[in-house]
C-alpha cells in the first residue's frame, strides 16, 4: 500500500524558514517523480514544485521561485521541501504527493499545516 | 500560465442524478487532464488522467471526456460518497495548474 506522511509543518513568523519532510513507503520510491501541492485555508489546491527520480530536475510554480527548494532522498525513502522567507499567503496544508514529470499526481499524503503569522 | 475555469462553481444534485462538470483551459492541452476528489479535511483523490482514463479502483460511474480546450468529467448516477468537491489540473505545460474547484452538495 502506497503510503505518504508529511511531516515539519507548524507555525512560523514572517520571514522565517520551515523544512517539510515526507516519508514514502509501498512503492519504489526512487522510480517516480515526487511532488509538493499545497491549499490556503478554505481554498483550492496549488501546485508547488516537483523533482525527478534522481534529483537531477527540479521545476517550481513562479511565486516560490528563489525561496523554496525541493529535494529527495532515495536511500532514506523521503522527499523534502525547505521554505525560507516564508509570507502569510505561503500559509495552507501542503501534500507531498507521487506523480509524474508533467506534474499530474495519484498519491497523496495526509498534508502538514504550515501557518505563516506574527 | 495556463489557466483552468470549471463550471459551476457548484452544484446541488441527489442521490441517482446524472451530473456534469466542465472544465475549460485558457488554451489547447492535448487531453492532458486529470480530475481529483476532495472530501473535507481529506487529501484530494485521483479519478481520471489524459482526460478519460480511470484510475485503477475508481468506480465506473465516472467518467471523463473532451479535447481541445474543454472537457468533462461525468457521474452517471450519484451516490451518497460522490459528494465533494472536485478539481481539475492540467498538466500540458508547467506549472501544472488546478482550476477553483466544484462543490457537489446533496439537494
Known amino acids: 500500500e502506497v503510503q505518504l506522511v508529511e511531516s515539519g509543518g507548524g507555525l512560523v513568523q514572517p520571514g522565517g524558514s520551515l523544512r517539510l519532510s515526507c516519508a514514502a513507503s509501498g512503492f519504489t520510491f526512487s522510480s517516480y517523480w515526487m511532488s509538493w501541492v499545497r491549499q490556503a485555508p478554505g481554498k483550492g489546491l496549488e501546485w508547488v514544485a516537483n523533482i525527478k527520480q534522481d534529483g537531477s530536475e527540479k521545476y517550481y510554480v513562479d511565486s516560490v521561485k528563489g525561496r523554496f527548494t525541493i529535494s529527495r532522498d532515495n536511500a532514506k525513502n523521503s522527499l523534502y521541501l525547505q521554505m525560507n522567507s516564508l509570507r502569510a499567503e505561503d500559509t495552507a496544508v501542503y501534500y507531498c504527493?507521487?506523480?509524474?514529470?508533467?506534474?499530474?499526481?495519484?498519491?497523496w499524503g495526509q498534508g502538514t499545516l504550515v501557518t505563516v503569522s506574527s | 500560465d495556463i489557466q483552468m475555469t470549471q463550471s459551476p462553481s457548484s452544484l446541488s444534485a441527489s442521490v441517482g442524478d446524472r451530473v456534469t462538470i466542465t472544465c475549460r483551459a485558457s488554451q489547447g492541452i492535448s487531453n492532458s487532464l486529470a480530475w481529483y476528489q476532495q472530501k473535507p479535511g481529506k487529501a484530494p483523490k485521483l479519478l481520471l488522467y489524459a482526460a478519460s482514463r480511470l484510475e485503477s479502483g475508481v468506480p465506473s460511474r465516472f467518467s471523463g471526456s473532451g479535447s481541445g480546450t474543454d472537457y468533462t468529467l461525468t457521474i452517471s448516477s450519484l451516490q451518497p460518497e460522490d459528494f465533494a468537491t472536485y478539481y481539475c489540473q492540467q498538466y500540458y505545460s508547467t506549472p501544472p495548474t488546478f482550476g477553483q474547484g466544484t462543490k457537489l452538495e446533496i439537494k
Open positions: 504527493a507521487r506523480g509524474y514529470s508533467s506534474g499530474w499526481v495519484d498519491y
